[in-house]
């Protein structure tokens, strides 16, 4: 079997819509959807394979059975759970990637994805317009497994060719899945309390600004990358990604504007609120406007309108 797309960790926020996107375009039968959890939602109705990243056999049997032309993974540990299991987050987020770089290597995958986060950034990065290249020193598992992640990538394809792509995603919001664990997952859960309960306690103060970017521009991001010709991915550890950036009180404000009676209020000492003041509050990607061509279309209301709309559906 050959001319397959692998997609592990299928069943997460982002695999989830990827698989649905990857499938509309190159037809059902040719996507694999592959996670440790079987699929919960009917709309990953497809392949499906089980597959532990940290299993080496796993991987080993699953790209021997359709020597993949393109593998995207998406599974790891994000930031809030990975400072509850730091060397499990750590173990995870490592091991997975560098078994998927060898069998690439191996099987002579012809691309691979992996996402990088803003995670990869720290304390001492610029926070505002934070550049492609700047100080790194991420303080949490997760951000330091994201950035080390980074090299690595850089690595496989200098050394060996392996042709790999990466973006540092923002916080992503949408409405087909929900996120787990993460520090940015405010920004969807608003929505569902809003909906339901015509209230929200934010556990990130009404200022804390971070990069944030709805699911549709991903997936576009994603998807774009993956087409361009080789030649124009200049960046092989991986590219910023901007998104729009706001705090909880502006998307409680543009909420609002939706459902007038909505109120917001704000918890006090989540550990959430430290990662998140390590972060960019917002971020310059245009390295990876200028290299192939990235463009955002969702600004803050068109992405609270579209949200909104599909999850009152
Ligand atoms: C998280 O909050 O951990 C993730 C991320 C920004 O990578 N959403």
Request: net charge negative.
């Amino acid at each position: 079997m050959s001319g397959k797309i692998l997609v592990i960790g299928a069943n997460g926020q982002i695999g989830t819509e990827l698989v649905r996107a990857l499938r509309q375009i190159n037809g059902v039968s040719n996507v694999i959807a592959a996670d440790i959890h079987n699929p919960a939602q009917p709309h990953t109705a497809g392949p499906f394979e089980h597959v532990n990243v940290m299993q080496d056999t796993e991987l080993h049997y699953i790209f021997e059975k359709y020597h993949p032309t393109q593998v995207y993974l998406l599974a790891a540990m994000l930031s809030a759970t990975g400072e509850q299991f730091p060397k499990k987050a750590w173990d995870l987020n490592m091991q997975g990637l560098i078994h998927v770089l060898d069998y690439a290597a191996a099987y002579k995958t012809p691309k691979v994805f992996w996402p990088s986060s803003i995670a990869a950034f720290g304390p001492n990065s610029p926070r505002d317009n934070t550049p492609q290249y700047c100080i790194m020193d991420p303080n949490t598992v997760y951000g330091f497994s994201k950035l080390a992640g980074e090299r690595w990538c850089e690595y496989y394809f200098n050394k060996y060719g392996v042709d790999v792509r990466s973006l540092r995603y923002p916080g992503l919001i949408g409405w087909r899945s929900a996120p787990g664990g993460g520090t940015t997952d405010y920004a969807v859960n608003i929505f569902h309390e809003a909906l339901q309960n015509g209230k929200y306690e934010s556990f990130l103060s009404a200022d804390t600004a971070l990069p944030m970017m709805y699911m549709d521009d991903a997936i576009n991001a994603t998807l774009q990358l993956m087409d361009a010709p080789a030649d124009k991915i200049k960046i092989r550890s991986s590219y910023n990604l901007a998104g729009i950036s706001f705090t909880p009180a502006q998307l409680a404000t543009e909420i609002k504007k939706h459902i007038p009676g909505f109120e917001i209020s704000y918890s006090q000492n989540d550990p959430r609120q430290l990662i998140a003041d390590s972060w960019p509050r917002s971020i310059d990607d245009s390295y990876a406007q200028n290299d192939w061509g990235w463009k955002l279309q969702y600004d803050l209301p068109a992405m609270v309108d579209d949200m909104l709309i599909n999850l009152k559906k």
